[in-house]
């Protein structure tokens, strides 16, 4: 009995263990999950991208014109001012005394004047009355004329102790933000030389300066058909952005291009214009310049920037075949928009590109690939909707 049951209890463990062997069988992962997308046919144009720097629209020194000590200074630094707003008062007393001593010579002037003139009228009568001398009136005549000379030369000199006396009071030439004060009152100024006093700058609009290399020179100039000269009359669109701002939300235009190009370097020097109401761009930052190149619009296929791998052999795609494995397809690309870019050769609009997911893709291996949900600008049949897209040229 006692045998039955040992052979009882092993046969028993012999078939728990051969149950539990068959359960622990290896059980393959299932495929990764990824996004597909198909690519988009959609009506793009082509920008250039520079880099560059801001400078005022205009730049003035103020400096003292006259002569005397600085007696009072109506601003605070940094702050803005209007045009004709005053900004420095020079010592007055003096240039009002020589524009009085001006303004006494030409009264004298006036009355020398008027009494050769009346002296000639009544010689000239008494010659045709036989009762004076024609050289008497020859004589008043030379008065006369030396008379009105003499007035000219008193209203000029009253004229400059005028202008004199306007440029003891400095006052801003245009809208604009001076800079710090540079001399205080109490302090001689224009002894011998204009004195520096301030600087004053117009930043609304303002410039934006930078270069363009041959290639792209070129390349605009062959498919625009446009003279750069012409660059201000085009009204060609610019848009701008500082170091810290992602997208180019100041809109201005080209309104300059440099004569030649620069031998040294092989770039042309190019200008854009942007309001700047806010004064919130000041002059010498850094700044990013896209430019519309006229002419460059045309349909092309796009996908998600974030698709586009990068590797020793170039640029590619991981592409979802017909058997759900995934293919590493090289290809050629075009200009970048914001979040898309252009593909000039390597796909076509049927092709599924991984657009998610791509840290589980291996080419040659299976994926479970899941549709992306369609956007605004994609359709069933892959043409985008809406506006012509801005893009860029491709590094």
């Known amino acids: 009995m006692r045998k039955y049951n040992i052979a009882a209890f092993v046969g028993g463990a012999m078939l728990f263990a051969g149950g539990c062997e068959e359960k622990n069988a290896y059980v393959p992962p299932p495929p990764p999950e990824v996004t597909v997308s198909l690519p988009v046919h959609r009506q793009v144009r082509e920008y250039l991208e520079f880099t560059g720097n801001t400078q005022a629209f205009n730049t ?4 003292a014109r006259v002569q005397g000590y600085l007696e009072k200074v109506f601003f605070h630094d940094g702050e803005s001012v209007k045009k004709d707003q005053p900004l420095f ?12 001593q001006a303004e006494a010579q030409v009264l004298q002037q006036k009355a020398s004047l008027d009494h050769a003139q009346t002296e ?12 004076a001398a024609q050289t008497d009136a020859d004589r008043w005549r030379f008065e006369r004329d030396n008379a009105k000379a003499a007035l000219i030369a008193a209203e000029a000199k009253r004229d400059l102790a005028g202008l004199d006396l306007d440029y003891t009071k400095v006052v801003a030439p245009f809208d604009g933000r ?12 224009g002894a011998g030389e204009f004195t520096p006093l301030a600087r004053i700058n117009q930043i609304d609009p303002i410039y ?9 020179l070129l390349k605009v100039i062959r498919q625009t058909r446009i003279d750069p000269g012409e660059a201000e009359k085009m009204k060609i669109p610019a848009y701008l952005a500082l170091s810290d701002e992602k997208d180019y939300p100041h809109t201005g235009h080209l309104d300059f291009t440099a004569i ?4 040294t370097t092989g770039t042309l020097l190019l200008r854009a214009r942007f309001p700047n109401a806010d004064g919130t761009i000041l002059p010498g930052l850094f700044a990013k310049v896209r430019v519309l190149v006229v002419n460059s619009e045309k349909t092309a296929l796009v996908v998600p920037e974030t698709a586009v791998g990068y590797d020793q052999l170039g640029s590619y795609l991981l592409v979802v075949d017909s058997n759900d494995r995934v293919e590493r397809r090289p290809v050629k690309l075009g200009v970048q928009t914001d979040e898309d870019r252009v593909i000039e050769e390597g796909i076509d609009d049927r092709d599924r590109i991984i657009v998610t997911g791509l840290l589980h893709a291996v080419p040659g291996n299976q994926v479970a690939p899941r549709p992306k949900a369609p956007t605004k600008t994609e359709g069933g049949k892959g043409v985008a909707a809406g506006p012509a897209e801005p893009v860029k040229t491709s590094p």
């Open 178 to 189: 001076i800079d710090r004060r540079l001399k205080d009152p109490g302090n001689l100024v």
């Open 208 to 216: 934006v300066y930078f270069t363009i290399n041959e290639a792209d």
């Open 60 to 63: 003035v020194q103020l400096v």
């Open 260 to 263: 030649s190009v620069t031998p």
């Open 89 to 100: 008062l020079i010592q007055q007393d003096t240039y009002q005394a020589k524009l009085k």
């Open 120 to 131: 000639l009228a009544r010689f000239t009568g008494l010659v045709r009355q036989h009762a």
